[in-house]
């Protein structure tokens, strides 16, 4: 081998290397789990989009594809749909470059089935691309389950019709495909959709198919389930005395898996049955055990949060120190490597060891920036894991609140609208106090929810704000039917300017509060909401035509007070203008996020 043709096959060697290695880490980062990020743009972006540039760089389009798919999920996690779309057509049109079928109709039927409950015609018509797509290359193993989300649309739309028939051509594949576990699960949809149409003997009889296979496959959370349903479906049809012995039945299998919730939810079934059927000792019985099991399943998700918290702790500490030993490993595996060059050339011609050994030098060197760089990148994917981690940790806390204090206080309005059924001769005075708590308890789930939205959510766009006052204000023209509501946005707004949650609640709050005052105080006819855009701010008044108050006469009461506090949080002033029988004018304004 000439000196030249040497020193070509080792450049050759050590630029397959480098092309592999870039491969590689284009790879692991589109695998990476995104999920519920909670974390700026310019970082979980800015990763992908570099992503999708070294992948272009080299021309790698799986990669390329890969990196658009994750893009577009992303930008959907954070509510920017356009972008979100935008990516994840072009990740489209790639897959469908590299004829890979069996992704390019999953992300359709993906993007479909992400766009249900904002623009239902889109959801239908990117789900019916993806089962086109699917049927026209027979990928039955995608085809069962974009079946079974296209019956979800369906049954969403209330064509209940066109969801049976779905859920059974998903059921058909399962069963063709022998999908044992998925058998039941499609048949328990199809009851469910009986169910809903009041079909009760047929939904009874699914159910009972769905029991069937489970017990075949002794799957003790499958037949606990079913046992519960059916006898929910006798609930429904107020057949108490068949109802009773299903939830029997389900309760000791569910107490011995430490099915907890299914659990907490038959003691319910059976106290409000037993209630119903004014057994009140059972009734009473079985409410206290409902409590004690909710009660403990709080408890429990207070140790596993707590302890989950520990386990990450550990778990980044330990991997920086696996990322220490691997750069040691690698800098004593460098030198091995380049002692094993200078011997090898040591043996050849002077002119092929200066060559290699300018070779190694340069090898050694951007290996060690290599390195620096995993170790970089592997410390900021254990930041973003961890992030990842604590908003789980986030969202499991919400759900907490939405499924423990929401159902108390649910369960508060249902026991008050008991008594008072229960106690129809009550004196007026005390069903005035009862009316009084189911209202106050009512409103309180509301303002329950909105804190959740707002917890759930880093940053709250104008639009999600805009939807959430349309909500409101729509309640209040209910609510007194006798006030004309206008709520007008200034159309040059941005809809995708962002406050964080904090400051979006507050401007709600005080919207809130400034039209709840109206509505009790005003005696007004009309009440203007609007919003406008300034050069640096956003200017919000509340106006009414009421009976107004003069200034000076009048003590600020809590709701004044409190939209005053909150008002200063944004670092700003409320102004409030109003006399006797000039209606009332309340203008506060909000500084724009700077970008």
Do not use: C
């Amino acid at each position: 081998m000439t000196r030249t043709n040497f020193l070509l096959v080792s450049l050759f060697l050590v630029s397959s290397f480098l092309f592999s290695q870039t491969q590689k880490e284009i790879d692991s980062i589109n695998n990476l789990y995104t999920q519920g990020l909670n974390i700026p743009q310019d970082s979980i972006i800015s990763l992908f989009q570099k992503n999708l540039s070294d992948a272009r760089k080299i021309s790698y389009e799986d990669g390329i594809a890969g990196a658009l798919s994750k893009l577009s999920l992303v930008f959907g996690y954070q509510g920017k749909y356009e972008e979100s779309t935008k990516y994840g057509l072009e990740s489209i049109t790639m897959f469908e470059k590299l004829q890979r079928w069996d992704k390019v109709s999953y992300h359709y039927a993906e993007m479909g089935y992400g766009m249900k409950y904002r623009d239902m015609p889109k959801a239908l018509y990117y789900m019916q691309m993806g089962k086109n797509l699917a049927e026209e290359n027979n990928l039955e193993n995608s085809l069962k389950d974009i079946y079974n989300n296209y019956g979800v649309l369906k049954e969403i739309n209330n064509e209940l019709d066109s969801a049976l028939y779905y859920f059974n051509k998903g059921l058909e594949l399962k069963r063709k495909l022998k999908d044992s576990v998925g058998i039941p699960y499609s048949i328990s949809n199809i009851a469910g959709v009986y169910g809903l149409q009041k079909k009760y003997n047929k939904s009874r009889e699914y159910f009972t198919m769905a029991l069937g296979d489970r017990l075949r496959r002794a799957d003790s959370i499958g037949i606990a389930e079913n046992y519960t349903q059916i006898g929910e479906v006798y609930m429904a049809e107020e057949d108490w005395k068949n109802a009773i012995p299903f939830v029997h039945k389900s309760l000791p299998i569910s107490i011995k898996k430490q099915y907890r919730n299914l659990t907490q939810y038959n003691y319910k079934l059976l106290s409000d049955i037993y209630k119903t059927q004014k057994n009140t000792d059972s009734a009473l019985y079985y409410f206290e055990q409902y409590v004690a099991v909710k009660d403990s399943i709080h408890n429990i998700k207070v140790n596993e949060n707590i302890a989950a918290l520990s386990i990450e702790f550990e778990t980044e500490k330990k991997e920086n120190e696996i990322l220490q030993q691997r750069a040691q490993l690698a800098e004593k595996d460098l030198e091995v490597r380049r002692k094993n060059t200078w011997i090898f050339g040591g043996f050849g011609l002077a002119i092929v060891l200066g060559l290699l050994g300018y070779l190694v030098y340069n090898q050694q060197k951007l290996k060690n920036r290599q390195l620096q760089k995993e170790g970089e990148l592997k410390e900021a994917l254990a930041r973003i894991e961890t992030q990842n981690k604590l908003q789980e940790q986030r969202l499991r806390i919400s759900r907490d609140l939405h499924d423990n204090i929401g159902s108390q206080l649910t369960f508060i309005i249902s026991s008050i609208d008991n008594i008072k059924f229960g106690f129809p001769d009550v004196n007026e005075k005390l069903a005035n106090k009862l009316s009084g708590i189911s209202a106050f308890t009512t409103q309180t789930i509301y303002e329950l929810r909105d804190t959740i939205w707002a917890m759930n959510k880093n940053e709250i766009s104008f639009e999600d704000l805009q939807t959430r006052i349309t909500n409101f204000i729509n309640q209040a023209k209910v609510a007194a039917t006798g006030i004309q509501f206008d709520f007008q946005i200034d159309p040059s707004i941005d809809s995708q300017q962002s406050f964080t949650s904090i400051i979006g609640m507050n401007i709600y709050r005080i919207i809130q509060e400034g039209v709840n005052n109206a509505i009790k105080y005003a005696k007004a006819s009309k009440v203007v909401v609007q919003i406008k855009e300034a050069h640096k701010s956003f200017m919000i008044t509340i106006q009414d035509n009421g009976v107004g108050f003069n200034k000076e006469e009048v003590v600020m009461g809590n709701g004044l007070q409190n939209m005053s506090k909150r008002v200063r949080d944004l670092q700003g002033e409320l102004e409030l203008n109003s006399e006797n029988g000039k209606g009332t004018t309340i203008l506060f304004s909000v500084l724009k996020a700077e970008k």
